[in-house]
């Protein structure tokens, strides 16, 4: 089991920059690929980005692409996401996971079991 819990959510302006993290509680952290994933009132969960478990493979959904990065420490038992230049749309709760499997590196939501409480990213002027 893995326990996750984000941090860093906040108020930036468009054009801004923030960085959220995400820390695990177990060991066991490093075995996981880690994903991001985000949902806007009125909306569905979407995918964000997503690393694997020794972070040599890495995915963005086409939105985030060249303006997020996600990043791990696996000696920290800690995934970031730097996120620049923001915009209104970015506005969401963002939730760091963990798949049911170890080692089962995928961007579908379905298969992730292992969830944080979720840090709120409101990008507005």
């Known amino acids: 089991q893995v326990q996750l819990m984000e941090s860093g959510g906040g108020l930036a302006q468009p054009g801004g920059s923030l960085r959220l993290s995400c820390a695990g509680s177990?060991?066991?952290?490093?075995?996981?690929?880690i994903a991001w994933f985000r949902q806007a009132p009125g909306k569905e969960r979407e995918f964000v980005a997503v690393i694997s478990d020794d972070g040599d493979n890495i995915e963005y959904a086409d939105l985030v692409k060249g303006r997020f990065a996600i990043s791990r420490d696996n000696t920290r038992n800690t995934l970031s996401l730097q996120m620049n230049d923001l915009n209104p749309s970015d506005t969401a709760l963002y939730y760091c996971a963990a798949p049911r499997l170890a080692g089962y590196f995928t961007t579908d939501l379905n298969n992730y079991i292992y969830w944080g409480q979720g840090t709120q990213v409101t990008v507005s002027s």
């Open positions: 177990e060991s066991s952290f490093g075995n996981y690929p």
